[in-house]
């Protein structure tokens, strides 16, 4: 390669416009994060040290931003015709499926359903022998 080549080129003016700009939306939509936490763990939560709830708005905060990137590349590939949306769809029933009967295998006892969780408690409690009370 020649030392051309092997250059770092700088982002042009556009990129880097697109970057901040998503940037500043992700940051903004992030802040929901404590709302969540305060929604799931009560409004009291989340002073100086509360780890609980710090590790609840971590995980709202990324659930956020997956969702946002998800919804973005499903819009830019059924947009670009991809696939289509019934496509989508159809695989998101599958891989959905799969993943309930995955977590079925995981947690032997437990089965979701239409209605709800399905528990068989005398198989459940084996599962659940070495969880934290």
């Not at 051309?4 to 500043?24: G, H, V, Y």
């Not at 939560?45 to 609980?52: K, L």
């Given at each position: 390669?020649t ?14 416009r ?34 609980e ?12 931003l ?5 919804n973005a ?13 019934e496509?989508?769809?159809a695989?998101?029933?599958d ?31 084996d599962?659940?022998a070495?969880w934290?009370?």
């Amino acid at each position: 390669m020649t030392p051309e080549e092997t250059k770092i080129q700088e982002p042009s003016p556009e990129l880097t416009r697109l970057q901040n700009a998503c940037f500043a939306a992700s940051n903004v939509l992030c802040k929901w994060r404590r709302v969540f936490a305060w929604w799931q763990l009560g409004k009291t939560r989340g002073g100086d040290g509360d780890v609980e709830f710090q590790a609840v708005a971590d995980h709202r905060e990324l659930t956020m931003l997956l969702r946002a990137e998800q919804n973005a590349l499903l819009r830019l590939l059924v947009d670009k015709k991809v696939f289509t949306y019934e496509e989508y769809l159809a695989q998101l029933t599958d891989e959905s499926t799969h993943l309930s009967n995955e977590y079925a295998k995981k947690f032997p006892g437990f089965r979701a359903g239409p209605i709800g969780l399905d528990v068989n408690v005398s198989i459940a409690n084996d599962t659940m022998a070495t969880w934290r009370p």
